[in-house]
T-cell receptor, first 117, second 113 residues
Framework: DTEVTQTPKHLVMGMTNKKSLKCEQH?????MYWYKQKAKKPPELMFV???????INESVPSRFSPECPNSSLLNLHLHALQPEDSALYLC????????????????FGSGTRLTVV | RKEVEQDPGPFNVPEGATVAFNCTYS??????FFWYRQDCRKEPKLLMS???SGNEDGRFTAQLNRASQYISLLIRDSKLSDSATYLC??????????????FGQGTTLQVKP
């Protein structure tokens, strides 16, 4: 299994809703990531989990709450989002963290396309 | 100055052409370098890692110049299926044992018949 699986693929939510994005990998990767990508822009890093611990939070607003229940799963809990949060949310994993062992690329999931109304 | 800079293009080339993309990065402590490809409304996919010695994968050649903090990607004999956005990606080593991949804004390639 060489895939990163994200669910749901599409999500429409209101500004008062609470929803969660899910990400799963079974490659034994120890680092997992959330990225946000707006149209015609590159992916922007949100969070890094290393060995199930949050190691990087790129000053993301608290309405985004990550969770790593185990080494294969990564969630992103959403609450009180704004329309400008509409974007493609990408999960990725790598065998280890870039910086510990170099030249590890990421494997990306196909993303969740989120629309906040 | 952006951490990773690329010419966004678009590059419009005929089939069979050779096209080159360039990228510069600001953090001299960067350790790892990659080219990713992203098709419209799809996720980025790793195309190749980039090494100082240069590396080749079929029609694709990547090169790294650490002194100039410059990365290149050469595509020979372009195919219609090469049309995509090519993202230059650099590992920035953080404090302690952390690191993160930073993406350039991407270069759009359109190969025409």
């Amino acid at each position: 299994d060489t895939e990163v699986t994200q669910t749901p693929k599409h999500l429409v939510m209101g500004m008062t809703n609470k929803k969660s994005l899910k990400c799963e990998q079974h490659m034994g990767h120890r680092a997992m990531y959330w990225y946000k990508q707006k149209a015609k822009k590159p992916p922007e890093l949100m969070f890094v989990y290393s060995y199930e611990k949050l190691s990087i939070n790129e000053s993301v607003p608290s309405r985004f709450s990550p969770e790593c229940p185990n080494s294969s799963l990564l969630n992103l809990h959403l609450h009180a989002l704004q329309p400008e949060d509409s974007a493609l949310y990408l999960c990725a994993s790598s065998q280890d963290i870039p910086g510990l062992v170099d030249n590890y690329g990421y494997t990306f999931g196909s993303g969740t396309r989120l629309t906040v109304v | 100055r952006k951490e990773v800079e690329q010419d966004p293009g678009p590059f419009n080339v005929p089939e069979g052409a050779t096209v080159a993309f360039n990228c510069t990065y600001s953090n001299s402590a960067s350790q790892s370098f990659f080219w990713y490809r992203q098709d419209c409304r799809k996720e980025p996919k790793l195309l190749m890692s980039v090494y100082s010695s240069g590396n080749e994968d079929g029609r694709f050649t990547a090169q790294l110049n650490r002194a100039s903090q410059y990365i290149s990607l050469l595509i020979r004999d372009s195919k219609l299926s090469d049309s995509a956005t090519y993202l230059c990606v650099v590992n920035f080593r953080g404090s302690g044992n952390t690191g993160k991949l930073i993406f350039g804004q991407g270069t759009t390639l359109q190969v025409k018949p």
